[in-house]
């Protein structure tokens, strides 16, 4: 199971876990989470990236402040921190203890 942490525009970050059993693919759950397709940012956070919805702009999503900083760079609409991707490019879970810190 990996552990992701989705960041909504209004509210508090929120978990997300992503399971083999759950019936969704790991594409299906992101894209879910920002609702369309995903495109990866970079983050200033070490050990993180973060999905976003590639056609944010766009649809004139609203600005994501806790994302934006986390990225430094304007971030519109939800947006999913994982952790970086493996040599297999599969995102691999967050740090748990930065899980903790935004989820408590």
């Known amino acids: 199971m990996k552990t992701y942490v989705v960041i909504p ?9 992503i399971s083999p059993m759950s019936g969704y693919s790991e594409y299906e759950a992101l894209r879910k989470a920002v609702g ?19 056609e944010g702009l766009i649809l004139g999503l609203e600005i994501n402040r806790a994302a934006s900083m986390f990225a430094g ?8 921190l994982t952790g ?17 810190e935004l989820c408590g």
Do not use: F, H, K
């Not at 525009?9 to 876990?17: A, C, H, Q």
């Not at 760079?73 to 999913?80: L, S, T, Y």
């Open 73 to 80: 760079q304007p971030i519109v609409g939800p947006a999913v």
């Open 84 to 100: 970086l991707v493996d040599a297999n490019g599969d995102n691999v879970s967050l740090d748990d203890d930065l899980v903790m």
């Open 9 to 17: 525009v209004n509210g508090l970050p929120e978990r997300l876990l």
């Open 36 to 54: 369309w397709y995903i495109e990866g940012v970079r983050t200033q956070l070490p050990g993180a990236m973060m999905y976003v919805n590639e």
